[in-house]
């Protein structure tokens, strides 16, 4: 019964916090987008079946298109056993990953086994996969983990597969898959000319639902920034936080470029520098604490 109420009271702070409420703050933009759907495919259905004498399903049709997105954007957030497994394999495949082979598999798991004994509750996600990358990255989604090849070959897996267990355990990964989820299909901005247009493609703009996520963008950037810093704190406190910042080092700082106005960007990820700087801090600052509790 403890572990339930412990299970429930985590769930509970993960889900409270600034992220929900920003996320709260999109559904009701993408709640206008759903009436601007809705309004379009019930107006073409209702033309087309008086002109073809066809029985379309008009007002079904119209619930599923317009309520459709928001629905399963919030079941990835409130019900992510139902819908994190189908979308993260949908993840695997669209982007080109694989099945991880026997040596990464194995590679893999003395990563997991290292990060276990500084806590023992870390455990792998049900689902991963390998990218057909060299490089040293690996990504959180839904439920989901994608690792590049390059990673579970060199000596920064365990680092790098903590900071996105860090995504994992809170609600990053789920929030991510629900914004993901309101958007009907990805679209540009539209451009101010030509003028006979622009009317046409702005409905069609709002009604994809890109409208909603391009106006709170800069704020959901902002958030992810921070929570960069919250998943290398988790790192660090699994042991690896050292390693972490030296991953950073030489793989994301060398490719470092400026960002203009970065507080308020878009940029989804935080300057490289001060991320190490935090993470060698919060390394040497557990030393000092493992030494006091040695002295004792």
Not at 179 to 184: A, Q, S, Y
Request: with cysteine; hydrophobic share 50%.
């Amino acid at each position: 019964m403890e572990g339930w109420q412990e299970a429930i009271n985590k769930w509970l702070g993960a889900m409270l916090g600034p992220g929900t409420l920003l996320y709260a703050v999109t559904l009701g933009g993408e709640f206008l987008a759903a009436i601007v759907r809705g309004l379009i495919v019930s107006i073409t259905l209702t033309v087309v079946a008086w002109i073809s004498g066809w029985p379309i399903p008009v007002g079904i049709i119209t619930i599923l298109v317009a309520l459709g997105p928001l629905a399963a954007s919030l079941l990835c957030l409130l019900c992510p056993p139902l819908m994190a497994p189908i979308v993260g394999r949908w993840w695997e495949i669209s982007s080109g990953g694989r099945a991880p082979e026997d040596d990464e598999r194995d590679a893999f798991g003395r990563a997991i086994a290292q990060l276990a004994q500084a806590d023992p509750n870390v455990k792998a996600p049900r689902h991963w996969f390998v990218a057909e990358d060299a490089g040293q990255n690996a990504a959180a989604y839904a439920s989901s983990l994608r690792v590049d090849r390059g990673l579970l070959e060199g000596p920064y897996a365990a680092a790098v597969i903590a900071h996105e267990l860090g995504h994992l355990r809170s609600s990053d990964a789920r929030l991510s898959s629900a914004l993901n989820m309101l958007l009907l299909a990805p679209m540009d901005t539209p451009a101010i000319q030509p003028l006979r247009s622009l009317a046409f493609r702005g409905l069609f703009w709002i009604a994809s639902g890109q409208a909603a996520l391009w106006l709170t963008g800069n704020a959901w950037e902002m958030y992810w920034r921070s929570r960069e810093y919250a998943a290398d704190e988790y790192a660090a406190g699994l042991g690896v936080g050292t390693t972490l910042a030296r991953a950073l080092e030489l793989d994301a700082l060398p490719h470092e470029q400026p960002v203009a106005r970065m507080r308020f960007s878009r940029a989804s990820h935080p300057y490289t520098k001060p991320r190490i700087a935090k993470l060698v801090a919060l390394s040497a600052r557990q030393a000092k604490d493992s030494g006091r509790e040695g002295e004792s």
